[in-house]
């Protein structure tokens, strides 16, 4: 398959959960979900261009970070170039800003970029729904961070329905340096769910709430199931929040499995003095301001 573009640049939007619900275990063993996802303006940078190697190659602005098939971005390359027959050498350059095992898909996020950004290189050899179907072999994440917006995702993450849009807002991130294995988390879950009343969001509800435009009820009802199981593993989670709401944050959550945690404001004055304040504390690393993205 000849190229149509030598070179393509594609961005990887981060990820929010305005809501997480687990509806239960498969019996696969994945858990069913129930969540609604929420793109962000942070973003990662991929660069692909044609070299004149072979094969994929790929260099990284973080240097922790594999650059071999243990990089979701790599390995989205080779599926692309296996799945179509493509054997020319291609390059990837990532340059990385989202914070990694934080909760936001960035790893998810980086392989959609490059399934997007080679199909627009090659003259789109696959459709909306085929670059899905790839990229939910890469991670269940994969599929929504192709799509992006405000959707409801559920399943394992790749039965996917667009929202209207949420309404437009400040959102602020807080990452604590303490990680926490997503794996390790959801097994936790399945512990505690048996002898605590863990609060389940009303997904019904937001929904309405999405549809009316209601940015208030919107910043009230944010609930994940799994805060209470990371709060365990990474307590200063609670801390976070507590300053995120006294500097007057409309609605505070943790995201994903976590561990960043993240605040709406409606008055960006606000919320650049809550950034402030973060960034003279020792999460200035993991401090992050920026606004919803729409496609």
């Known amino acids: ?13 981060a990820k929010i959960n305005l809501s997480l619900d687990i509806l239960g275990t498969r019996t696969d ?11 962000l303006q942070l973003h990662d940078t991929v660069t692909m261009k044609i070299s004149s190697g072979q094969g994929i190659t790929m260099t990284c602005s973080d240097t922790t970070l594999p650059t071999d098939e243990q990089n979701l971005a790599c390995r989205a390359a080779f599926l692309f170039c296996n799945t179509y027959g493509i054997s020319e ?9 989202i914070p990694i095992a934080a909760g936001l898909a960035g790893g998810s996020s980086d392989a959609a970029a490059v399934l997007r950004g080679l199909n627009e290189m090659y003259g789109t050899p696959a459709t909306a729904e085929e670059l899905a179907s790839l990229g939910v072999k ?11 917006g405000t959707a ?9 329905t667009a929202l209207p849009s949420a309404p437009a807002c400040s959102c602020l991130l807080v990452k604590p340096a303490a990680g926490a294995s997503t794996k390790q988390i959801y097994t936790d879950y399945d512990t505690l769910v048996q002898t605590t ?10 929904l309405n709430t999405l549809s009316a435009g209601d940015y208030k009820a919107l910043a009230s009802g944010l609930c994940n199931v799994l805060e209470p199981v990371t709060l365990k593993l990474v307590p200063e989670i609670a801390s976070i929040r507590e300053t995120l709401q006294a500097l007057g944050a409309d609605g505070v959550l943790m995201s994903g499995s976590g561990p960043t945690v993240f605040a ?5 004055d606000t919320a650049k003095r809550a950034e402030t304040h973060f960034l003279t504390t020792e999460y200035a690393q993991g401090t992050f301001l920026t606004r919803f993205y729409q496609p």
Request: glycine share 8%; hydrophobic share 40%.
């Open 152 to 160: 409801l995702s559920e399943g394992i993450g790749e039965r996917l």
């Open 29 to 39: 063993g994945y858990h069913e979900v129930r969540m609604i996802m929420q793109s």
């Open 197 to 206: 009343d863990i609060k389940h969001p009303d997904t019904e509800r937001l």
């Open 89 to 97: 050498g291609i390059e990837l350059h990532l340059e990385k800003k």
């Open 138 to 148: 890469l991670g269940a994440d994969v599929p929504y961070c192709l799509m992006l």
């Open 264 to 268: 709406l404001f409606s008055d960006p």
């Open 1 to 13: 398959m000849n190229h149509i573009l030598s070179a393509h640049t594609a961005y990887a939007y």
